[in-house]
T-cell receptor
Framework: GENVEQHPSTLSVQEGDSAVIKCTYSDSASNYFPWYKQELGKRPQLIIDIRSNVGEKKDQRIAVTLNKTAKHFSLHITETQPEDSAVYFCAAHRPGTASKLTFGTGTRLQVTL | NAGVTQTPKFRILKIGQSMTLQCTQDMNHNYMYWYRQDPGMGLKLIYYSVGAGITDKGEVPNGYNVSRSTTEDFPLRLELAAPSQTSVYFC?????????????FGEGSWLTVV
């Protein structure tokens, strides 16, 4: 089955700096890669996603890049703000499996003043 | 819309007890899921359903059962609770499968088995 590895497990940046979180996946057939943000004690919420036919997608300060050859994808947050502090999860979906989203283990991002 | 609603939010169970986590969604989504999240870990799929009357196992189904008698409801049953089932449980739903369709999560149910 699919295996998703996520690094780093914790990340501390100063406000205004950029943050990058990286994920690798094992199944080359996976074609959909969402990112979820989970604030402390809250539910995960989708922040951005990318399909395998696209190399990059941006939404304001957030961007995701995908390298299908290397089987890795990354979340980039620019101009970080304290409200970006949360746990971020990447995930991968393999077609033919109705609901099988395989999640990474999460990255705890701390944005310091 | 309330979205995905799950109850209870917190529960302490004794080893061997049983309980049901309730989940309902009002978005007319076909797909519903139950995930568990252990401390410092990602989300593991327990069971999922692609529509009323249809359920299937996820990655970690042992010790759990589900039913889907209506589109709205997807309860998760824990039989003979064990300490290993101490976790946060999230119910979720999506209009279709996970491929490109946003999965909406409930607020979570914190379960402790002692």
């Amino acid at each position: 089955g699919e295996n998703v590895e996520q690094h780093p497990s914790t990340l501390s940046v100063q406000e205004g700096d950029s943050a990058v979180i990286k994920c690798t996946y094992s199944d080359s057939a996976s074609n959909y890669f969402p990112w979820y943000k989970q604030e402390l004690g809250k539910r995960p919420q989708l922040i951005i996603d990318i399909r395998s036919n696209v190399g990059e997608k941006k939404d304001q300060r957030i961007a995701v890049t995908l390298n299908k050859t290397a089987k890795h994808f990354s979340l980039h947050i620019t101009e970080t703000q304290p409200e970006d502090s949360a746990v971020y999860f990447c995930a991968a979906h393999r077609p033919g499996t109705a609901s099988k989203l395989t999640f990474g283990t999460g990255t705890r991002l701390q944005v310091t003043l | 819309n309330a979205g995905v609603t799950q109850t209870p939010k917190f529960r302490i169970l004794k080893i061997g007890q049983s309980m049901t986590l309730q989940c309902t969604q009002d978005m007319n989504h076909n797909y519903m899921y139950w995930y568990r999240q252990d401390p410092g870990m990602g989300l593991k799929l327990i069971y999922y359903s692609v529509g009323a009357g249809i359920t299937d196992k996820g990655e970690v189904p042992n010790g759990y059962n589900v039913s889907r008698s209506t589109t709205e409801d997807f309860p998760l049953r824990l039989e003979l609770a064990a300490p290993s089932q101490t976790s946060v449980y999230f119910c979720a739903s999506s209009y279709e499968g996970a491929a490109g369709n946003t999965i909406y999560f409930g607020e979570g149910s914190w379960l402790t088995v002692v």
